[in-house]
């Protein structure tokens, strides 16, 4: 007789039963009673920010992640499910989702190589590319403008990585610093502390419109990246990301997305009821025409 055996049958069992409750899904989660987690921004205008008034989460993000909520609801049959949030920042945003403190994050993250190592995404929702805000009278107009100059961008943003490789290839010369949120570093440019700011440039667009004086800003220069913003998801969970990208894919396709994003780019938006007047771009256009998760970056 094999005394061993009822011990390794036990542990077999034991780590069988610890592999199951770790690779528990959203959706099984959801059906036994728990809540679906929303991680948002608070100034990423207009994706997820926090309306000043209320307090609460808002943006073109935001609508769709809690329409996605809505189809979470249906699929597990629990119409009681709740919605719970929690903000992040661009430095801890992918870390919040790859450990599971949340379920989609509704923002502007960009979807590259490197995050899909610890997340998963979803199908873009918006395709942009980083640019550079200047004080209105400021004569760059192009990152190589900045030698010498201070230039700020965001805390674990893409565009702040891409200008720090362009400085080392090129020797560009630049001051690189980085900002602890979108909100500080526009106010670094409007106080003079920095010469600009580079950042993806549907978000500076946002940023500068909910300005005290937003004529006192100004996006110029060329695409310094192109950045395919799409909800992250936890990594490791076919099922609930099936279910994201099967309705992302037919809000596009159906063409129902373009209403949600009228209501955010074409239309006065909180908190200065002003519009930031940017119909959707050829890069979106072609794109959502075969809408998919894939992108070659």
């Known amino acids: 007789m094999n005394f061993f055996s009822p011990l390794v049958s036990c542990l077999l069992v034991l780590a069988s039963g610890t592999s199951a409750v770790a690779a528990q899904g959203v959706l099984d989660r959801v059906r036994e009673g728990g809540a679906l987690v929303i991680a948002h921004r608070d100034s990423s ?25 809505d189809v979470v609801r249906r699929a597990t049959g629990r119409k009681d499910m709740a919605v719970e949030f929690v903000a992040v920042t ?47 009278s400021s004569s760059i107009t192009r990152l190589e403008d900045l030698a010498g100059k201070k ?12 200008a720090q490789q362009a400085n080392r290839e090129r020797l560009m010369g630049l001051n690189i610093v980085e900002a602890p949120d979108h909100a500080r570093a526009v106010e670094m440019v409007e106080k003079g502390e920095a010469d600009a700011f580079v950042m993806d440039d549907v978000l500076l667009y946002g940023l500068a419109s909910g300005r005290p004086d937003p ?83």
């Open 151 to 162: 230039l700020v961008s965001t805390k674990g943003s893409t565009p702040l990585r891409a």
């Open 215 to 297: 004529k006192a800003l100004k996006v110029v220069g060329r695409f310094v990246t192109t950045e395919p913003l799409a909800i992250m998801l936890p990594p490791g969970d076919p099922q609930f990301k099936k279910l994201v990208d099967d309705e992302m894919r037919r809000l596009i396709t159906s063409r129902e997305i373009y209403a949600i994003y009228d209501k955010w780019f074409m239309q006065p938006i909180p908190p200065q009821n002003r519009s930031l007047d940017l119909p959707v771009n050829y890069l979106m256009r072609d794109f959502w025409k075969y809408p998919t998760d894939q992108v070659p970056f």
């Open 90 to 136: 661009s430095a801890n945003r992918v870390a919040t989702v790859a450990e599971g403190r949340a379920d989609l994050e509704c923002g502007s993250t960009t979807n590259n190589a490197e995050r899909r190592k610890s997340v998963a995404f979803t199908i873009p929702h918006y395709i942009t590319g980083a640019r550079l805000l200047v004080q209105a």
């Open 45 to 69: 205008v207009p994706f997820s920010y926090l309306d000043t008034k209320t307090g609460k989460p808002i943006g073109y993000a935001m609508d769709l992640c809690l329409h996605l909520a």
